[in-house]
């Protein structure tokens, strides 16, 4: 039986800017089930993004509920707001947010630091987190000795740390040229397959084709929910393209 990880009823936020209130969002209600793999689209100013810093407990609603794993978040204090960031939800960036004196390894130990957890137990878990992305040979590296492509894998393994029930992915592939966005989609559809539940901001449809689900918005407003019966598979791309390059 499907369980809904994320429901929103009704969600608002607005903004006061040069003493006119800006409607972000609409009074939006969604379900994002766990294990689901869902991108928002749409284009600049449609509410996306102040969608995803909802559902990110970066901020807060103007009005609504938001419900994460069965819990109400959208009324909670910032401190309990920062708890369920650490704990819960890991985020990935367009432009990686690490760094730059600071090695592959010690990157993704810090939700640990923060976290208060020791020092061997960091590096251990952290270790194990940049296998996991195929990065075990570059964990003392430095961001600037590394890829586009290598430094997101090192984003995701830092938003894996904490065994997030949640990855969000903001334009993840942005910065990213054609082969390497396919690289970087076939380790979150591998993760999603893994049980992982991804929801991503991206305006390339050509990215929004690797999701189970794409939901638009314009306004402020959902207006388009639609599953995805047969995503493109990144991996299968790879694999051809790696043979026409044979």
Known sequence: MEQPLIVTRELSKDYLLD???VHALRGVSLTINAG???AIMGPSGSGKSTFMNLLGCLDSPSGGDYFLAGEKVSQLSGDALAAIRNRRIGFVFQNFNLLPRTSALEN???PLLYGGCAAPERRSRAAERLAAVGLAE???????QLSGGQQQRVAIARALINHPVLILADEPTGALDTRTSAEV???????????MTVVLVTHE?????FASRVISFRDGKVVDDQRNARPADAQALLAQAEEQAA
């Not at 570059?138 to 600037?144: E, F, G, Q, T, W």
């Not at 989609?185 to 049980?195: E, F, I, K």
């Open 19 to 21: 003493g006119y209130v």
């Open 205 to 209: 449809r050509d990215i929004a084709a």
């Open 36 to 38: 689901e793999f869902v």
């Open 138 to 144: 570059r964990v003392h590296h430095l961001p600037s």
């Open 108 to 110: 993704v130990e810090l």
């Open 185 to 195: 989609m076939a380790l979150l559809q591998r993760l999603n397959r893994d049980g």
